[in-house]
Every structure is written in C-alpha cells, then in structure tokens.
C-alpha cells in the first residue's frame, strides 16, 4: 500500500520504517534463509531477521497506541498525520525519542539468532544518537548520518570477534556511503542502501565459506533489505539499482583460470579492498570463526540465546566467560538488560554464567545437530526412516505429553518463547520420516513453520503444512491422523479437522488497551474466540463460560479444554456441568496443558 513519504526521521517515519521493513524481509525471508551459510548453515537468518524486526514494530505500535488512548477515540491521534502537517509529538502523539527507544528495546526483547542479535543492536546504536535531544520532534539528513555511523559502530563492539564479508562490514559501508552524502534523510538513506549493497556484492571475496556456496552474506542481504525499507519511507518508492552493481542472492564462482572473485564490482570493492579485508586460502578459518569453515568443520553443538538483567561490570565478566566457553559471541543492549547470544558445546554452562552475571530469563537453546551427524555416520548406517510423521508446535509440557502419546514429534513453544525455524527443522530431523505433516499451532508462527518446511524439503523431506492456529485445533488433527493411507488423503483429512474446530482462549491482559470488545485495563480477564477478543471480565470462570455459551451457540459435538497452571481448578468442573446440564449429546474432554501462557484453550467441533 502506498504511504505519504516522510520528509523527516520523526516518530511517524519511526512507524512507517518498521512497518516497511517486516513487509520487506517477509517477502524476501526465504530467499535470505536460502544463502545461510555462515555462521552456522541452519537456514534461518531471514526468519530470524523477520522475527526480530516484528518485535521492534509492536513495541512501535504499543508506544502509538497508548498515545491513541490518551487522546481519544482511534483516528484522532497521530496516524493520520500527514508529512506536510504536524509532526505526531504535536498532534499529540509519541516524540521520536520515545519511537526509536521502544523500536530498540523491542527489537533487544525479540532478537533471534546471530543476525537478529546485530540487527537489535544497530537499531539500539542508532537510537543511541537519535534519543540525545529528548525534547526534538525530528531530526534532518545530518542526524540520520550520525545514527548510522554510532549504529554500525556499536554492533561491531557487541561482536567478541568481528569478521568481515558480515553483516558488520555491510553496516560500516552504508554508515561510510551515508556520511559521504548531502542533503536531507532520503538522500542520506539513499546513499546508505548504496553503498550497502556494494559491500553486500563484495562479501564472498571476503569470506571464503560464502565463495565456496556462491552466496553472498545472508545477514548483510537482511540488512540492504531493511535500508531499503528506509529509503522507501523517506520517498514514498521501492529502491532500484543506480549503481553498475549487481546483488544476487547467489554469485557465480569464476570459472578456473577465469576472472577473479571481484569481477563485476565497481571500483574499489574488489576483494581484499579496505583495512578491515583479511583474504584467506580457500577452506582456511576466516578471522574469528572456531575452526575450518568447510563441510568438515567442529562446529559447536548448540546455540544458547537469552536475556539478561545484570549490571555492565558484570556483563563485561561475562563476555569472558562465554568467549572461552564457544565461538558467535554478541552480547548487546545495555541499561541493565542485555541480550545474550553464543554457540557453545556445553549449553549449561553458558547459562550458568549467565546466572553468575545476573537473572537470565526466556532461555532458548536450539541443537544445531552436526555432532549427532558425525556420531552416527562413525558408528553404524543410518537407520530406515519412517514413512511418515507428524511435528506439531505445542505451549506447554502437558500437551507435549499429549501429542507425543499420540505419536506426534513435540517442539515446546513457552511464553513468550516460540520456537525459531532452525528448531523446527531439527525436530523435522528427528522425526526421520520420508513425509511429515507439520502443525504450528499458532498463527504467529507461519513465516517460521514455512522457512522450515522449505528447508527440510531441500533435504528430501516431503512436507505438508497445515495452518494450525491453536493447540486445540491441532488436536482435532492428530486424531484423524492415519499413517497407512496416501499422503494427499491423510493431510486433507486433518486439515479438515482442522478446519471445522472453532478455537477460543482465555488469557489475562498485560496492559490497558483497544480491542473488538471494547477497551480493558491490566489485569482484565479477556476470552479471545478465533484470535479475537469477545468478552472482557473479571472473573475467569465467568468469562471462560460465556465464551463457552458463544461457541456452542454456533452447535457443536465435543469440547476440548486444555487448563493451564495459574488457572483456578474449579473452572473446568464449571464447564462439564455447564455442557451437560444446557448442551445435549455434547462431549467434553479436559487435558492439563501445564505452563502453557494462557489460563485456558477452548475446542469446539
């Protein structure tokens, strides 16, 4: 959809350039999970970019919405400001300080993976420079360029071992490019993405491992994507090409004897160009990685992601401590919380130094599966994969329990962790099976269980996946899951289970806010039937019986309630008296979800 362009970096053009850029990396996420191949090929920067920037853009639009309320009705506030008229800040909406501060700290919260983590860090540098005048509206061309110099620096200092043809040699060309450049933010951002992009080119003559997949870097491709968002923000069109340099997700190696891994770059991005370029021999160690960068590497096994409440002197210590323990070290953020990212072989370890440091919190650890590969081709011949098997996303570990009694592969989702694509890839993995059937289980996780589904078809894997938007619904597929019959048969089947199973929860709201029911305070008891809010309350079972009353209305044959851990104990005995007493020949099956995010799932089919 076309937007006013912004002639300023105001608030609103804050809003308008993370809404561009998760449109922007969505479309391009699979071709940049495609190109992962450093630091570890797990095929998932684009899904993890993508993730990171959709958390930036909600704590954004949090900021604008609690604006919105404090004004008045929706429409008054500062969404329909224009670019020629009142800046948001005086129309009454959010100061750009405020804009940029919640997209950093959304982004640090919601960082995923190597890239996700650098990223979270540029937009912190950034945010740095451009929250120094609290009190401005806006800033010009020649605050973006600070911004973009103080953002390529500060991600290269959360590094412990900066490498070059990375991202990191991407944001330092677009901060060199912006400073280089005259005139107002759109020339500036229009300089930025330039000079990005030629460095993007540039990268496999700079890191081997990149020349021998002919790829370029798929962090620093994420990158050019998000500066071509901002771009677009400040003139209103999608960037092209204006330089004789030509990016591609895959780069050709020279043919043997033909010409060097530079041919095609315009002057002065040659390979091995600038002070920070170390050419290496092919299958050598670029600076900083752990160990040959070939298909014979000893990778560390696990990646440990997590946050941190802890104090500078303590996080210094810290660094030393996973630096020593692993490779892939990024620890950003600052103000006493922290983001923490590291490959390691010994997971606990590293989450035990964090627990030194301070409080380590949404703890993420993804098996990267190269040890168990190398462990079974040593020792016997890979068993015969199965025919066929089904991997379902799950919230909490009663329902694990229950998926993996009926034959199912469980990834645990917790709250507020859901699980990255590398994870679902992995579970793929081991469910060894020549055909799976995937179940996300939550709508928020389609680009994820996506990224994953393509990988593990570029790996042989048949897979089919049906867009589960909640554990119930899941359910309702796994029990008319037969193996025997053809594959078509069986996903049409639980796909139309699926289907026909009206999905509600009942959840506590975390802050006052608008919704389809009418505005609720913090601490309001919400019942949410297919995504939407429906009754606002007080009293769970009381709530949780009215979005009973509502689904059943509509007819219905069986109940599913799944009860979480905080859930009062009562409100499922409440409900089977309730069906039986008001709904004939309806069944009810109750299921303990455990720590499960949300107090109660409701089935109707």
Same mark, same amino acid.
């Given at each position: 959809?076309?937007?006013?362009?912004?002639?300023?970096?105001?608030?609103?053009?804050?809003?308008?350039?993370?809404?561009?850029?998760?449109?922007?990396?969505?479309?391009?996420?699979?071709?940049?999970?495609?190109?992962?191949?450093?630091?570890?090929?797990?095929?998932?920067?684009?899904? *993890?970019?993508?993730?990171?920037?959709?958390?930036?853009?909600?704590?954004?639009?949090?900021?604008?919405?609690?604006?919105?309320?404090?004004?008045?009705?929706?429409?008054?506030?500062?969404?329909?400001?224009?670019?020629?008229?009142?800046?948001?800040?005086?129309?009454?909406?959010?100061?750009?300080?405020?804009?940029?501060?919640?997209?950093?700290?959304?982004?640090?919260?919601?960082?995923?993976?190597?890239?996700?983590?650098?990223?979270?860090?540029?937009?912190?540098?950034?945010?740095?420079?451009?929250?120094?005048?609290?009190?401005?509206?806006?800033?010009?061309?020649?605050?973006?360029?600070?911004?973009?110099? *103080?953002?390529?620096?500060?991600?290269?200092?959360?590094?412990?071992?900066?490498?070059?043809?990375?991202?990191?040699?991407?944001?330092?060309?677009?901060?060199?490019?912006?400073?280089?450049?005259?005139?107002?933010?759109?020339?500036?951002?229009?300089?930025?993405?330039?000079?990005?992009?030629?460095?993007?080119?540039?990268?496999?003559?700079?890191?081997?491992?990149?020349?021998?997949?002919?790829?370029?870097?798929?962090?620093?491709?994420?990158?050019?994507?998000?500066?071509?968002?901002?771009?677009?923000?400040?003139?209103?069109?999608?960037?092209?090409?204006?330089?004789?340099?030509?990016?591609?997700?895959?780069?050709?190696?020279?043919?043997?004897?033909?010409?060097?891994?530079?041919?095609?770059?315009?002057?002065?991005?040659?390979?091995?160009?600038?002070?920070?370029?170390?050419?290496?021999?092919?299958?050598?160690?670029?600076?900083?990685?752990?160990?040959?960068?070939?298909?014979?590497?000893?990778?560390?096994?696990?990646?440990?992601?997590?946050?941190?409440?802890?104090?500078?002197?303590?996080?210094?210590?810290?660094?030393?401590?996973?630096?020593?323990?692993?490779?892939?070290?990024?620890?950003?953020?600052?103000?006493?919380?922290?983001?923490?990212?590291?490959?390691?072989?010994?997971?606990?370890?590293?989450?035990?130094?964090?627990?030194?440091?301070?409080?380590?919190?949404?703890?993420?650890?993804?098996?990267?599966?190269?040890?168990?590969?190398?462990?079974?081709?040593?020792?016997?011949?890979?068993?015969?994969?199965?025919?066929?098997?089904?991997?379902?996303?799950?919230?909490?570990?009663?329902?694990?329990?229950?998926?993996?009694?009926?034959?199912?592969?469980?990834?645990?989702?917790?709250?507020?962790?859901?699980?990255?694509?590398?994870?679902?890839?992995?579970?793929?993995?081991?469910?060894?099976?020549?055909?799976?059937?995937?179940?996300?289980?939550?709508?928020?996780?389609?680009?994820?269980?996506?990224?994953?589904?393509?990988?593990?078809?570029?790996?042989?894997?048949?897979?089919?996946?049906?867009?589960?938007?909640?554990?119930?619904?899941?359910?309702?597929?796994?029990?008319?899951?037969?193996?025997?019959?053809?594959?078509?048969?069986?996903?049409?089947?639980?796909?139309?289970?699926?289907?026909?199973?009206?999905?509600?929860?009942?959840?506590?709201?975390?802050?006052?806010?608008?919704?389809?029911?009418?505005?609720?305070?913090?601490?309001?008891?919400?019942?949410?039937?297919?995504?939407?809010?429906?009754?606002?309350?007080?009293?769970?079972?009381?709530?949780?019986?009215?979005?009973?009353?509502?689904?059943?209305?509509?007819?219905?044959?069986?109940?599913?309630?799944?009860?979480?851990?905080?859930?009062?104990?009562?409100?499922?005995?409440?409900?089977?008296?309730?069906?039986?007493?008001?709904?004939?020949?309806?069944?009810?099956?109750?299921?303990?979800?455990?720590?499960?995010?949300?107090?109660?799932?409701?089935?109707?089919?």
């Amino acid at each position: 959809m076309a937007h006013v362009p912004q002639r300023f970096f105001d608030a609103l053009a804050v809003r308008t350039w993370c809404g561009l850029s998760l449109s922007a990396l969505g479309r391009a996420r699979e071709e940049i999970d495609a190109i992962n191949v450093y630091p570890v090929a797990d095929g998932d920067t684009g899904t *993890n970019l993508y993730l990171t920037v959709e958390s930036a853009a909600a704590a954004v639009e949090a900021v604008f919405a609690g604006h919105e309320l404090d004004a008045g009705p929706p429409g008054a506030g500062p969404s329909a400001a224009r670019a020629d008229g009142p800046s948001p800040v005086e129309a009454g909406g959010p100061s750009l300080a405020e804009a940029v501060g919640a997209m950093a700290h959304g982004a640090l919260i919601g960082a995923r993976g190597n890239s996700g983590t650098i990223l979270a860090q540029l937009l912190r540098g950034m945010a740095q420079v451009l929250t120094e005048r609290s009190d401005s509206a806006h800033t010009d061309g020649a605050g973006l360029r600070l911004a973009l110099r *103080n953002a390529a620096e500060s991600a290269r200092q959360a590094v412990a071992h900066p490498v070059e043809g990375t991202v990191l040699t991407v944001a330092s060309a677009a901060a060199d490019a912006g400073e280089a450049a005259e005139g107002d933010c759109a020339e500036v951002a229009r300089a930025a993405y330039e000079g990005a992009r030629a460095a993007l080119a540039a990268t496999p003559g700079q890191l081997s491992v990149l020349e021998r997949a002919g790829v370029v870097d798929a962090g620093g491709h994420g990158l050019v994507t998000v500066l071509g968002a901002l771009v677009e923000t400040f003139t209103g069109r999608t960037p092209g090409p204006s330089a004789p340099v030509t990016v591609h997700a895959r780069v050709e190696p020279p043919p043997e004897g033909g010409p060097d891994a530079g041919a095609g770059l315009t002057p002065g991005d040659a390979p091995g160009d600038g002070p920070h370029a170390h050419p290496e021999p092919a299958g050598a160690a670029p600076a900083g990685q752990c160990g040959p960068a070939n298909g014979d590497h000893d990778d560390p096994a696990f990646e440990v992601i997590y946050l941190l409440e802890a104090d500078d002197a303590a996080v210094a210590r810290l660094r030393q401590r996973l630096d020593a323990l692993g490779d892939s070290l990024v620890v950003v953020g600052g103000d006493g919380l922290w983001n923490v990212h590291v490959h390691v072989d010994d997971a606990g370890a590293a989450v035990e130094a964090g627990v030194e440091a301070g409080r380590p919190y949404r703890i993420r650890i993804t098996h990267f599966g190269h040890a168990d590969a190398r462990a079974a081709g040593a020792e016997r011949a890979p068993r015969e994969p199965r025919r066929r098997a089904v991997v379902a996303v799950v919230p909490g570990e009663g329902l694990a329990g229950l998926y993996a009694e009926a034959g199912a592969t469980a990834v645990l989702a917790r709250p507020g962790e859901p699980p990255a694509s590398g994870e679902l890839v992995q579970a793929v993995r081991r469910a060894h099976a020549r055909e799976v059937v995937l179940l996300p289980n939550d709508a928020e996780l389609r680009h994820t269980a996506a990224a994953a589904a393509e990988q593990a078809r570029t790996e042989g894997v048949r897979v089919a996946l049906i867009p589960t938007r909640s554990a119930v619904q899941g359910i309702a597929a796994l029990a008319v899951h037969e193996p025997g019959r053809r594959f078509d048969e069986d996903v049409v089947a639980m796909t139309s289970a699926a289907g026909a199973t009206r999905y509600a929860e009942v959840v506590v709201a975390e802050h006052q806010s608008w919704t389809t029911a009418g505005i609720c305070q913090a601490g309001d008891v919400l019942g949410l039937i297919d995504g939407d809010v429906a009754v606002i309350g007080a009293d769970v079972t009381e709530v949780a019986a009215t979005v009973l009353d509502r689904m059943l209305s509509a007819g219905g044959e069986l109940v599913t309630l799944v009860l979480g851990d905080e859930a009062p104990g009562t409100v499922t005995e409440h409900l089977e008296a309730r069906v039986r007493e008001a709904y004939l020949a309806v069944d009810t099956v109750v299921h303990r979800g455990g720590r499960q995010g949300a107090l109660l799932l409701v089935g109707v089919e």
